[in-house]
């Protein structure tokens, strides 16, 4: 009986013990991180599994100031990295490390001259991991741009109807827009929604600005902001749009400079075949030449 009623208790004990590890904020912080896992690709996903129970012990080692935690976890959920700022560097330390038995390995295969590049790998993998979020970021950046005339233009067109009636629901006129947003600005408009109803909209366009650090993006922002403090923004909005439509040339104008580059690494394989054919031909007649003297 005393059994029974302490397996009882330990189970109830569980119970609660569960439910308070679910409650927010730290049920908030388990299922995004869950949710960036999950929109990885198959190796990412895989890597993050078996680096998860290296990687959980050597960040409680390492020290972060508040400031750089913040700006860094900012960065790291833009970039939609599924780790904290302390985890992702040690993802680094952990990578580095699983490369110091390389050296090792190259003199043992007798691959000498490899031996610096190996000894080397350990600083080159923690350099290249722990900036990785800059170099995704700096990608979603250049996605932005080409996508940034549509997206001003669908915002500029709720906002100036053409029979001159002007909509103030700011916060609804981004909502609308996630349904039609390209991948690159998905999560900084819904970001950008939640803080318009969480803190302000004038606070959350400050702090979508801010993020995307673009002239089109600040210039959009002021026009809403007027708009939404009752202020006529005509003139702005048809200089935004007439800025913008520069915009969508010189970004059209980029995307044709890059096609020569696509075309000639398309016809290596072409001119490659085509070469080899020409040897082939040359060297069957001069075998067949040079058969006939003896």
């Known amino acids: 009986?005393?059994?029974?009623?302490?397996?009882?208790?330990?189970?109830?004990?569980?119970?609660?013990?569960?439910?308070v590890v679910r409650l927010p904020p730290k049920a908030v912080g388990?299922?995004?991180?869950?949710?960036?896992?999950?929109?990885?690709?198959?190796?990412k996903r895989l890597e993050h599994g078996i680096l998860a129970p290296f990687i959980k012990p050597i960040s409680k080692l390492i020290p972060l100031s508040e400031r750089s935690q913040a700006f860094l976890e900012a960065d790291l959920a833009r970039a939609g990295i599924p780790y904290s700022p302390s985890e992702?560097?040690?993802?680094?330390?952990?990578?580095?490390?699983?490369?110091?038995?390389?050296?090792?390995?190259t003199w043992m295969a007798g691959i000498t001259f490899a031996i610096p590049v190996t000894i080397a790998m350990p600083l080159l993998l923690f350099r290249k991991f722990s900036v990785e979020h800059k170099d995704v970021l700096n990608k979603k950046r250049r996605a932005i741009e080409l996508a940034l005339p549509h997206f001003v233009r669908s915002v500029l067109y709720r906002l100036d109807n053409s029979d001159g009636t002007v909509q103030v629901d700011v916060v609804a006129i981004f909502e609308d827009y996630i349904k039609i947003s390209v991948p690159a600005l998905e999560y900084d408009i819904k970001l950008l929604v939640t803080e318009m109803k969480a803190g302000g909209v004038t606070k959350g366009l400050h702090n979508f600005e801010h993020r995307l650090n673009m002239p089109e993006i600040g210039f959009l922002v002021r026009a809403a902001i007027g708009i939404y403090n009752g202020?006529?923004?005509?003139?702005?909005?048809?200089?935004?749009?007439?800025?913008?439509?520069?915009?969508?040339?010189?970004?059209?104008?980029?995307?044709?400079?890059?096609?020569?580059?696509?075309?000639?690494?398309?016809?290596?394989?072409?001119?490659?075949?085509?070469?080899?054919?020409?040897?082939?031909?040359?060297?069957?007649?001069?075998?067949?030449s040079s058969s006939g003297l003896f």
């Open 1 to 19: 009986m005393y059994y029974l009623i302490f397996i009882l208790l330990a189970i109830g004990g569980y119970s609660v013990v569960a439910a």
């Open 30 to 43: 388990v299922n995004l991180q869950k949710m960036y896992i999950n929109r990885l690709p198959f190796f």
């Open 88 to 105: 992702y560097y040690a993802r680094a330390i952990v990578l580095s490390v699983l490369s110091l038995p390389l050296p090792f390995l």
């Open 231 to 288: 202020q006529p923004q005509a003139s702005a909005l048809a200089a935004l749009s007439r800025d913008i439509d520069v915009r969508a040339r010189e970004n059209l104008k980029r995307e044709l400079d890059k096609q020569p580059g696509k075309i000639k690494r398309a016809t290596i394989p072409l001119v490659a075949v085509g070469i080899a054919a020409l040897v082939y031909v040359l060297a069957y007649h001069l075998w067949v």
